[in-house]
């Protein structure tokens, strides 16, 4: 299985910025779709961003849509996901997961592979 490591989170003012790192310790993510998804308090887990493994095409939730990127490191090990205007709405724990030369999408169910999630917090 593979072993998934976010880091970045942490607390910040809104409007403020944060970039989110999803890495391997074992292979890198180049032939993975990989997805970001998060958590709030009481909240079901939802889809954030996804990047496929084929074309690096990406998809967004509309809540995220002009404000977040995702994107593939140069040495295409990892999966950062840079979150800018970020808003007291967007405070959650953070996932990524993967799934190995996958047609990656928003779906929980489309990713077998997950991290231990990273905290974002947004407030001032």
């Known amino acids: 299985q593979l072993q998934l490591v976010e880091s970045g989170g942490r607390l910040v003012q809104p409007g403020g910025s944060l970039r989110l790192s999803c890495a391997s310790s074992q292979f890198t993510l180049e032939h993975y779709a990989v997805a970001w998804f998060r958590q709030a308090p009481g909240k079901e887990r939802e889809g954030v961003s996804c990047i496929r493994s084929d074309d690096d095409t990406t998809d967004y939730a509309d809540s995220v849509k002009g404000r977040f990127t995702i994107s593939r490191d140069n040495t295409r090990r990892r999966v950062l996901l840079q979150m800018n205007g970020l808003k007291p709405d967007d405070t959650a724990v953070y996932y990524c997961?993967?799934?190995?030369?996958?047609?990656?999408?928003?779906?929980?169910?489309?990713?077998?592979?997950w991290g231990q999630g990273t905290q974002v917090t947004v407030s001032s």
């Open positions: 997961a993967a799934d190995l030369l996958g047609p990656g999408g928003l779906e929980m169910s489309e990713y077998p592979d």
